[in-house]
Each structure stands twice: as C-alpha cells, then as structure tokens.
C-alpha cells in the first residue's frame, strides 16, 4: 500500500484561522477600496498562511512509508524543485525568489494545509458561508453599478472596486457556480435553486462585464451533464442552459451590447482573442502570448525555453525593492495579467505543464478514489473547478493572487472526506493505492 500517514491532532482554533483567510479573501479589497483601510491589510494573508502552515510541520508527525511519487504532492515537489534550478541558472536573487514562490506557491500550499488542518464538519460551515457571500456579492455589484456608475473591470462587489477586481470575482462566482452544479447533480438542491444560482452569477457577469463567464458556465454545466446518469436532472439542466443563455443575452443587450459582438461575430471574437495584444497596442495577448514569448524571448534556447527566466525574475511589487528589471522593461507586455504567459516566462514550459498536470491529475485522482468520497457532491463540483481553472490560467491570473486561496479549499474538500472516510486517519493516497 502506497500511503503517507499523519499523526492529527488538531486543535479547532486552526480551523478558525481558514475560515479568517477566506473571509478575509472576500472582502478585504473592498475594504480597501471603499473604506480606505490600507492596502497592506492584504499581507495578513501571508501571515495566516505561514501560522497554519508551521503548525502543520510542527504538529503533524509525518511518517513516510512506501510513496509513487506520481501525483499532486509530487507535482508540487517538482514545481519547487524546477523553480530552484531555473533561479539558480538566471542567478536570481533570494529576495525576488522568495516574492516570486509567495505569489506562485500559496495556492498550493494553502490547498495541502486545508487537507491536513479541516474537517468534514468545517467544510459544511465555510459553504454556507460562501453562499451567504454570493447573494452579499450581488447586492453589492448592483450598488456599484447603478449608485455609484462604476462599469467593467471596477465592478467587483464584496472584491471591491480597485480596477482588476473582477478576477476574484469571476473566480467567486464559478466557484460557487461549481458548488451548486455538483449539488444539484446529487438531487441536494431543486432546479429552482440552480437557476436561481445560474440567474445571480448571468447578472453579475453582466454588470461587470465578465464575458467568459457565460462560457464558463457553459462548459461547466456540459462537464456536469457528462458525470451525471441521464435522468430528469440532466434535462433540467439543458432547460436551465437554455434559460440561462436566453437571460444572458437579454441582459447584455441592455447593459452591454458591444459584449454581444464578442461572443457572436467571428472577427469581434479574433480581434479580443488574439488580435493586437489585450489592449490592441502590442501587448500580449490570451492566445497568442506564448508564441510570442517564445519569438521575443527564448527562440532557441533550451534552458530558457524549459526553466524561464527564474521565479521573481519577472516579478513586480508596490514596494520599488521588489520591482524586477524585467517588469522595468516590459511592463508594456502586460504579461502579469495572464497566468500562462508570467508563468511560461518565469518558469518555463515546465512550469506551464506542472499546472495544467495538477488540476488534470486532481480529476484523474478523484475518479479514482470516488468510492472513498462520502459526500458525492463534492466530487462532482471539484472535477468541475478543476476544468475551470485551466480555462482561468489563460483568461486571468487569479490563480496567482489571494483569490487562488478560494481555488485551494474547493479543491481540498474531497481530499477531506477521504480523509474521514479511512476511520479518521489522515490517509492521503500519494500513487496507486492498490490496498
């Protein structure tokens, strides 16, 4: 048997310190937009996360037996390692990788502290708390939006109204758009509810012009129909993609018709996605912004082509000590705005096939072990998230920002219950559990 086994116990003020970072997640930058607190209150994130991540190493009494390091944990293993070789060759300094591995690693830090420090109990508790958040959320964007006249990347809701926002809140909205399909997948909710859910997340998309979304919600909802056993369900959720497309369009005729171009011309739709860069000035864009790393940057090289530049190399920060001549340079790229191509040039295209390995492995993995998931739910929707979060690595770069601590807990909540499921003992399966 291939295992890892942890000695736990736990103390429940940690589990508290998760629910603090997640709701700290959601609406600090409103806070820091709309009540001027300082925007350093976002650094007390990294403070959580060092707390509960010492409490793990300290607490936890790691007894390795057999491991095929074949899976996520070796995945993370072979990030780090990568990441060290690439900084050591472009010489970058200790500083700029530290800044670089906070900004890469938390997520995937985050995601193995919340398999070792929740429980199924917790895991209940902080949903409920995020739907309580989303119905927050579309308050709070209808405010921004029709008292305040705020429009596009300034409408964020409980994320505040700082341009650039709306990545969290794509990410909060599929996440909770993830958690309701795999719950009405499991006949836990009503088809009312759904589309109540899928109206929220149409209307917010709408107001804040979130044209992914509705092609997010789209391939989600046909992820979710693959995994489920043809029943009325799954009728009710075509009507509930029709209803939801029909809603769509008559909401963005009203509040943003230019979007319509987008998503039905042909030539609207080339222009946005690979046309002169993002902004139509030279910049990088989504579909195109490796070629064009490649050709400006790496060409031939092997070693730049595989390892990048180094993590941090490319990096920038408010604090100017942090600001990497690279960013200097070409900060024109706007590189930063898209997860592929500042992790392509930082680490490579090892980095790139390290990501998309994690959340491929993630699903393989729970399909896997689904006889171990108590809670099938929740199998559902993390098999969703996780085809979400590779469609979001070349839409935006919020995997690389505080909301990937949103990303992290879903992922990690099966993990949980399989977890529970092996009689209480942390049993994490690492490879091929054959017992």
């Known amino acids: 048997m291939n295992n890892v086994v942890f000695d736990m116990k736990i103390p429940k003020r940690m589990n508290f310190i998760i629910n603090i970072q997640i709701v700290l997640v959601c609406f600090m930058w409103l806070f820091i937009s ?3 607190f300082p925007s350093s209150i976002a650094y007390i994130t990294d403070i959580l996360l060092i707390i509960s991540l010492f409490f ?3 607490k936890l009494q790691w007894k390795i037996k057999k491991v095929n390091w074949i899976t996520l944990y070796t995945i993370i293993l072979i990030i780090i390692i990568s990441t060290f070789i690439g900084a050591i060759i472009n010489g970058v300094s200790p500083l700029m990788y530290a800044w670089g591995f906070r900004n890469n690693m938390r997520f995937y830090i985050f995601f193995v502290v919340c398999i070792i420090l929740l ?17 927050i959320n579309v308050l709070l964007c209808t405010y921004q939006y029709f008292v305040l006249h705020l429009f596009g990347d300034y409408v964020g809701g409980i994320f505040g109204t700082v341009q650039g926002c709306n990545g969290y809140l794509n990410m909060f909205l599929m996440i909770n758009w993830a ?3 795999g719950e009405y997948s499991q006949k836990k909710v009503s088809l009312i509810k759904l589309v109540t859910v899928a109206i929220g997340c149409t209307y917010v998309a709408a107001i804040a012009e979130l044209k992914v979304v509705y092609i997010e919600m789209i391939i989600m909802m046909g992820v979710c129909f693959i995994l489920m056993k043809p029943s009325l369900k799954t009728l009710g959720l075509i009507i509930c993609l029709a209803l939801g497309s ?13 979007s319509l171009d987008v998503i039905f011309d042909i030539e609207a739709r080339k222009m946005y996605l690979s046309g002169n860069g993002y902004t139509n000035s030279g910049d990088l864009n989504r579909f195109t912004a490796l070629s064009s790393i490649k050709e400006m940057f790496f060409q031939d090289s092997l070693m730049r082509n595989l390892f990048g530049f180094g993590m941090g190399n490319c990096d920038t920060s408010s604090y100017s000590f942090l600001q990497s001549d690279f960013f200097k340079k070409y900060e024109y790229l706007h590189y930063r705005w898209f997860s592929h191509a500042w992790i392509y040039l ?12 994690f959340f491929i492995s993630m699903i393989i993995l729970l399909i896997k072990n689904k006889r171990y998931i108590l809670i099938k739910e929740w199998h559902v929707s993390v098999i969703i998230i996780s085809c979400f979060a590779i469609i979001n690595i070349i839409y935006n770069c919020s995997i690389q920002t505080e909301a990937s601590y949103l990303l992290a807990f879903v992922c990690a909540i099966p993990f949980v219950f399989i977890k529970e499921k092996r009689n209480k003992t942390v049993f994490l399966n690492l490879g091929n559990d054959k017992s």
């Open 34 to 36: 709309m009540f001027n």
């Open 56 to 58: 793990c190493l300290k």
């Open 119 to 135: 429980r199924g109990r917790d895991i209940y508790g902080i949903i409920k708390m995020l739907k309580v958040f989303f119905w």
């Open 179 to 181: 958690i309701i399909l």
């Open 246 to 258: 029909i809603i769509s369009v008559k909401t963005l005729m009203r509040v943003s018709p230019e």
């Open 346 to 357: 930082e680490q490579g295209l090892i980095g790139i096939l390290c990501i998309l390995s």
